[in-house]
């Protein structure tokens, strides 16, 4: 009996002992296996790429203040994309208008990354990447918003030049991507800097003289407005900018940098800088007319004829415009478009007003319209460096035309009172 108790406890020993090596091999392979799922998990989402296209400036107007994209990579699922807030279409039924009245719709669209490279290679503009130092949730957080955005019920969006384009919507969806909060490197709320929108517009419109004049026209005193670092961000450089000091703080404190790295991916050899428009410039031109005018003026009163069809042209032109502007600072939704003190010297008086004050002018009568006109233009150029707008210098000569004009009535009205018996 004694050997089988030995037997039987050496057999219950070895048993335990198998046992327990078993049992230590099945935990050892869950974790093993617990960790290979949690690093096939992770390994797509450390292997995705997201980075901000920064583009640069085109020739056409609406290019001029270049481009901001998001870039999509995954090479786990062979996928290299970008999202582009800024398509739309000329083909818009009523496109000018709409955009006249800030009622342009622009789309979230996606397009293949090589696509997206050749269309800027072939413009010659170059494109930056900045690539995101984001973990794998914002990466997923942001694909998602993205993913989001792009439904059909939803790519679609009121584009606001100033407010809400093409480079505010790439930098909102980063933001709101973000786990914690998105720090600048300045204060985005300092609006002591002395900094317009007319002052950004400037900038990118140097070298394009008419595209910049026509701009003037249109903006308002809303544009002259200091505006802080954040509202700087409509124009996309500004974002690459700002974009590229930011830090990223998550929720436990830690700080990282919003941007891991940048490179040119774009790049244009032979593009010329600062290229600048040919021909004649709106200065030079307004020049030209100003001479015109006071030659054929000196003219028509020395020899005391009212050369009523420079009128006619110049009173037309100047009522043209200002139906524009007294549209555009009604109707339009574009807030920087409306309190446009340029209505003083181009409004659409002179349009409504131009039979009645042209007949006045032929019979060389005096024109109760010119003599208000001469003040208020009179006006307008004295306190010119006071008013709250700061104007394209080409008006000046223009608005010196109109006044010239306005006061040869009068002085014509006067030598014919004084002696009615010469012609």
């Not at 050496?10 to 078993?22: D, N, P, Q, R």
């Not at 037309?316 to 549209?327: N, S, T």
């Amino acid at each position: 009996m004694q050997p089988n108790l030995f037997n039987r406890i050496g057999v219950i020993l070895i048993s335990k002992h198998y046992l327990c090596t078993e049992m230590k091999r099945i935990i050892l392979l869950l974790i093993i296996g617990v960790f290979c799922a949690s690093a096939l998990k992770a390994q797509p989402n450390d292997s995705i790429r997201i980075s901000l296209l920064t583009c640069d400036s085109g020739e056409e107007i609406y290019s001029l203040f270049g481009h901001t994209a998001i870039r999509y990579e995954n090479p786990e699922r062979g996928i290299d994309a970008v999202f582009n807030y800024g398509i739309f279409s000329f083909n818009t039924p009523n496109f000018i208008l709409r955009f006249a009245l800030g009622e342009t719709d622009y789309q979230l669209g996606v397009n293949s990354y090589e696509r997206f490279s050749s269309e800027y290679a072939y413009y010659g503009r170059d494109v930056w990447q900045q690539n995101l130092n984001l973990n794998p949730g914002e990466k997923e957080r942001l694909v998602s918003l993205l993913e989001e955005n792009y439904q059909p019920e939803n790519r679609i969006y009121r584009y606001n030049f100033f407010y809400d384009n093409c480079a505010t919507r790439p930098r909102d969806q980063i933001e709101n991507a973000i786990n914690g909060t998105l720090q600048y490197a300045d204060n985005m709320t300092d609006s002591n800097m002395g900094i317009s929108f007319r002052d950004i517009i400037h900038q990118y419109t140097k070298g394009h003289p008419w595209s910049r004049f026509g701009i003037d026209l249109c903006i308002g005193s809303e544009a002259d407005r200091p505006i802080n670092r954040r509202q700087m961000m409509f124009a996309p450089f500004y974002v690459k900018d700002f974009f590229d000091k930011a830090e990223i703080i998550d929720n436990e404190g830690n700080r990282r940098p919003l941007v891991r790295d940048e490179e040119k991916i774009v790049n244009v050899e032979f593009r010329a800088e600062n290229a600048t428009s040919e021909g004649i410039t709106p200065m030079q031109a307004a020049l030209l007319l100003f001479m015109v005018v006071v030659a054929a003026t000196i003219y028509g009163i020395k020899h005391r004829k009212s050369l009523w069809g420079i009128d006619l042209f110049l009173f037309f032109a100047a009522g043209v415009a200002g139906c524009i502007l007294a549209f555009l600072a009604v109707f339009s939704q574009h807030p920087a478009v409306s309190s446009n003190y340029l209505l003083f010297v181009f409004h659409p008086l002179h349009l409504f007003c131009l039979p009645w004050m042209i007949n006045k002018v032929r019979k060389q009568r005096k024109s109760k319209y010119m003599i208000l006109n001469c003040i208020v233009l009179t006006l307008f150029i004295l306190l010119w460096a006071i008013i709250p707008q700061r104007f394209d210098l080409a008006v000046l000569p223009l608005a010196l035309c109109l006044l010239i004009r306005s006061a040869s009535n009068l002085i014509l009205t006067y030598k014919k009172r004084v002696d009615p018996k010469k012609r």
